[in-house]
T-cell receptor, first 116, second 116 residues
Framework: GAVVSQHPSWVICKSGTSVKIECRSLDFQATTMFWYRQFPKQSLMLMATSNEGSKATYEQGVEKDKFLINHASLTLSTLTVTSAHPEDSSFYIC????????????FGPGTRLTVT | AQSVTQPDIHITVSEGASLELRCNYSYGATPYLFWYVQSPGQGLQLLLKYFSGDTLVQGIKGFEAEFKRSQSSFNLRKPSVHWSDAAEYFCAVGPYSGAGSYQLTFGKGTKLSVIP
């Protein structure tokens, strides 16, 4: 139980285009989802927190117009990287919190984004 | 601001040997502490957590960790390492907001290699 999936697992896009990453909780309802960014040999950096049906809360320094987050249902959150640039290339990881299981976060496998 | 330090970037141990991964945190109140393991292509999996009570915490896969407030440490240990334990290990600290959600601050991770 408590499985979180991400799609796609790997994506390459051209500079200037937009890319959407999906995060799904497969066997539980996720009232809260988190989006992280991980650079090579670095820790996970929290980008934003999203609660179902409300606007995401972005961390300081994260451009909310560039990283659009939608949490339209209790099992799906999406991160759209708009007008991607090579510096946006990174590993993006989502996690989801199942209120019924306490306060643990369950992590997806991550999405590798490469912008050329 | 809270922070987590994992002093060892890469550790190599022989299979069957004991293991200790170090984690030091900086936090102004009683911390909530976690250890996660990340294998290639896999999401972060929670090994164990400390919220309160007994300072020696048992986790999955034979891991344990000890919370030492005086040293601001939460080191992860395993008495006998298996080849399948080779992975990246992350220590994290998080406050409990009381609103049913919390944010995690991660260390940079320690990569564990196991020699057969």
């Amino acid at each position: 139980g408590a499985v979180v999936s991400q799609h796609p697992s790997w994506v390459i896009c051209k500079s200037g285009t937009s890319v959407k990453i999906e995060c799904r909780s497969l066997d539980f309802q996720a009232t809260t989802m988190f989006w992280y960014r991980q650079f090579p040999k670095q820790s996970l950096m929290l980008m934003a927190t999203s609660n179902e049906g409300s606007k995401a809360t972005y961390e300081q320094g994260v451009e909310k117009d560039k990283f659009l987050i939608n949490h339209a249902s209790l099992t799906l959150s999406t991160l759209t990287v708009t007008s991607a640039h090579p510096e946006d290339s990174s590993f993006y990881i989502c996690s989801a919190r199942d209120r019924g299981r306490g306060y643990e976060q369950y992590f997806g496998p991550g999405t590798r984004l490469t912008v050329t | 601001a809270q922070s987590v330090t994992q002093p060892d970037i890469h550790i190599t141990v022989s299979e069957g040997a004991s293991l200790e991964l170090r984690c030091n945190y900086s936090y102004g109140a009683t911390p909530y502490l976690f250890w996660y393991v990340q294998s290639p292509g896999q999401g972060l999996q929670l090994l164990l957590k400390y919220f309160s009570g007994d300072t020696l915490v048992q986790g999955i896969k034979g891991f344990e960790a000890e919370f030492k407030r005086s040293q601001s440490s939460f080191n992860l240990r395993k008495p006998s390492v298996h080849w399948s334990d080779a992975a990246e290990y992350f220590c994290a600290v998080g406050p409990y907001s009381g609103a049913g959600s919390y944010q995690l601050t991660f260390g940079k991770g320690t990569k564990l290699s196991v020699i057969p």
